[in-house]
């Protein structure tokens, strides 16, 4: 480039000079060494070097380059607003899976008064991409972040007489096979009592049912168990848990039994065995209520009923994606997912699940709002922030005081 201007500077003095026949021959000599495009050629032979005078100062020309002609914004702002509301209300999942429940949240939302946009923002909403959601998201994205944490505790009670799942044994195409987990709300101590939430997650439709218990007694995760069968839109038929002493023990086993319901166990300290509702687990469980002790009956009434209103919140709007197959190509592994969809659409699609059943979550759908669950689960957050005192946090650090305290007495 530095090269052809050079041939530029120096052609160009004598080209101003000249007459039209000798321009003519110099201006092709220009575009034969810096293959040029011939009308540009002449404006830098007729611009380079030329003296231009303002006020008292004269100085020489350079050869201005054009301006870049900017493509008029197709996703105006009219469509950023809209969709950054959209995102909000479905507590700001992904672009892959919001891009594919634009469509039917729009129609919804504007079924319950929530989002008002004219024909044309809604057309470009229905055909916009997920590339392009991210970029209009861009800047409002990293706002929100969340860190995980862990906490297992495995037992050891009768596990000889439950098998430990092999998926060959597992029919995961048919609603009605579950994964469940335990998560703790102890604030990052582990010392006294604290709630605990059941996690559910069936395999085939990603439906996932939460409830809150005082603590991990097996009485009480028991009855928690019976309480969110009950509001599963299909049958329970297989049980897979991890080996905890809460799942693990003899009225869970007698009622499997009794039940014709298939319980298994996941392998010890491999947690990718119950990879479905450790996902859940984040998800749906911490980025709803967070990493706070949660210790007392009042946290835990407020726990259940933001889950109320939560299982119909991610249930019936939040699309969610499944992996259909990886493949590894040399360091690298590719995997592919289906289609997004709401595990109320997936159950819905499921041919064993019965006709009632499917006409009954159609009518509930039919009333549900998705900015009016969003708002009350915000409400329900709030109060729950508000009884997360400092005065949990001395509580614990008592309660570890006095335990070392009895430990380094015993030795």
């Known amino acids: 480039m530095q090269q052809r201007q050079a041939v530029a500077a120096k052609v160009a003095s004598r080209y101003q000079r000249s007459s039209k026949k000798e321009k003519s021959v110099i201006l092709n000599e220009l575009v034969e060494l810096t293959e040029y495009n011939r009308t540009y050629a002449r404006r830098v032979l007729r611009q380079t070097g030329k003296r231009v005078q303002q006020g008292k100062q004269v100085f020489r020309a350079a050869v201005r380059s054009r301006a870049q002609r900017r493509r008029s914004c197709y996703y105006d702002e009219k469509v950023k607003v809209a969709l950054l509301k959209i995102w909000r209300v479905m507590d700001y999942i992904c672009a892959k899976r919001l891009q594919a429940a634009l469509p039917e949240l729009v129609l919804v939302l504007e079924r319950h008064n929530e989002l008002h946009c004219d024909r044309l923002t809604k057309e470009k909403l229905s055909r916009i991409s997920a590339a392009t959601i991210d970029r209009l998201l861009r800047v409002a994205r990293d706002k929100y972040q969340l860190r995980s944490q862990a906490r297992t505790k495995p037992g050891t009670l009768l596990k000889h007489q439950i098998p430990i799942r092999t998926f060959a044994e597992w029919d995961e195409q048919q609603p009605g096979f579950v994964e469940i987990d335990l998560v703790g709300h102890d604030g990052g101590v582990g010392a006294g009592e604290y709630c605990q939430t059941l996690d559910l997650t069936d395999i085939a439709t990603t439906w996932t049912e939460t409830r809150a218990v005082r603590?991990?007694?097996?009485?009480?995760?028991?009855?928690?168990?019976?309480?969110?069968?009950?509001?599963?839109?299909?049958?329970?038929?297989?049980?897979?848990?991890?080996?905890?002493?809460?799942?693990?023990?003899?009225?869970?086993?007698?009622?499997?039994?009794?039940?014709?319901?298939?319980?298994?166990?996941?392998?010890?300290?491999?947690?990718?065995?119950?990879?479905?509702?450790?996902?859940?687990?984040y998800s749906i469980v911490r980025r709803a209520v967070g990493y706070g002790r949660y210790d007392t009956d009042e946290q835990c009434l407020l726990l259940n009923e933001l889950y109320s209103y939560l299982r119909l919140y991610t249930n019936f709007?939040?699309?969610?994606?499944?992996?259909?197959?990886?493949?590894?190509?040399?360091?690298?592994?590719?995997?592919?997912?289906?289609?997004?969809?709401?595990?109320?659409?997936?159950?819905?699609?499921?041919?064993?699940?019965?006709?009632?059943?499917?006409?009954?979550?159609?009518?509930?759908?039919?009333?549900?709002?998705?900015?009016?669950?969003?708002?009350?689960?915000?409400?329900?957050?709030?109060?729950?922030?508000?009884?997360?005192?400092?005065?949990?946090?001395?509580?614990?650090?008592?309660?570890?005081?006095?335990?070392?305290?009895?430990?380094?007495?015993?030795?």
């Open 215 to 281: 603590n991990k007694a097996q009485s009480r995760v028991f009855e928690a168990l019976q309480k969110v069968r009950k509001d599963l839109p299909f049958a329970l038929l297989g049980l897979d848990s991890d080996n905890g002493s809460e799942f693990i023990n003899d009225p869970l086993l007698r009622y499997c039994r009794q039940e014709k319901i298939t319980f298994t166990r996941s392998r010890p300290y491999r947690k990718n065995d119950n990879c479905f509702v450790e996902q859940k687990n």
């Open 317 to 411: 709007f939040l699309p969610t994606m499944k992996l259909k197959d990886k493949e590894r190509v040399g360091s690298k592994v590719k995997k592919r997912y289906d289609k997004p969809q709401t595990p109320y659409q997936r159950v819905l699609q499921a041919k064993l699940v019965s006709k009632v059943a499917k006409d009954r979550l159609r009518v509930r759908y039919a009333t549900l709002n998705p900015a009016a669950l969003k708002r009350k689960i915000e409400r329900l957050q709030q109060r729950l922030a508000k009884t997360t005192s400092q005065t949990n946090w001395r509580e614990c650090a008592r309660m570890i005081a006095v335990t070392t305290a009895q430990r380094s007495h015993q030795f």
